[in-house]
């Protein structure tokens, strides 16, 4: 059984999909402390009042006039700007690390005399044309 799972793990490729969530999470870890301690108080500067992740609709006040529902819209851009920063980010340091295979080159070709028209190098007949290349 031991043998077994040992294979499972090597030819499903679990263990490296487990190191990738593992240095996932710690990737979005630091991504998430980068967005909240750096640029968000950054951006809070430049936005009218400061503390715009507390803004809300009040829907529903008690009796001493704290909200007793609301809509906290604030919260909810906020959470949309952390995550288009953050997944900006991952991109980018995904697509500085993950580099693109080549592509394969080319078959070799040549052009038929009659027609022009581009044959493989090991053809003797033109597909086009049919004459001999």
Same mark, same amino acid.
């Given at each position: 059984?031991?043998?077994?799972?040992?294979?499972? &793990?090597?030819?499903?490729?679990?263990?490296?999909? +487990?190191?990738?969530?593992?240095? !996932? @999470?710690?990737? %979005?870890? #630091?991504?998430?402390?980068?967005?909240?301690?750096?640029?968000?108080?950054?951006?809070?500067?430049?936005?009218?009042?400061?503390?715009?992740?507390?803004?809300?609709?009040? &829907?529903?006040?008690?009796?001493?006039?704290?909200? +007793?529902?609301?809509?906290?819209? !604030? @919260?909810?851009? %906020?959470? #949309?700007?952390?995550?288009?920063?953050?997944?900006?980010?991952?991109?980018?340091?995904?697509?500085?690390?993950?580099?693109?295979?080549?592509?394969?080159?080319?078959?070799?070709?040549?052009?038929?005399?009659?027609?022009?028209?581009?044959?493989?190098?090991?053809?003797?007949?033109?597909?086009?044309?049919?004459?001999?290349?």
């Amino acid at each position: 059984m031991l043998k077994e799972f040992k294979e499972f &793990l090597l030819k499903t490729n679990a263990l490296a999909l +487990a190191v990738g969530v593992i240095i !996932g @999470a710690a990737v %979005g870890k #630091v991504v998430s402390s980068l967005v909240s301690d750096i640029l968000m108080p950054v951006i809070g500067l430049f936005v009218p009042g400061g503390a715009w992740r507390e803004a809300a609709i009040v &829907l529903k006040a008690k009796a001493d006039g704290t909200p +007793a529902a609301q809509i906290t819209y !604030g @919260a909810f851009i %906020g959470s #949309v700007i952390d995550f288009v920063i953050i997944a900006l980010v991952v991109f980018l340091i995904t697509k500085s690390l993950l580099k693109p295979a080549p592509a394969p080159p080319a078959p070799p070709t040549k052009e038929c005399p009659f027609c022009r028209e581009t044959v493989p190098a090991a053809a003797t007949k033109c597909r086009a044309c049919a004459s001999a290349v």
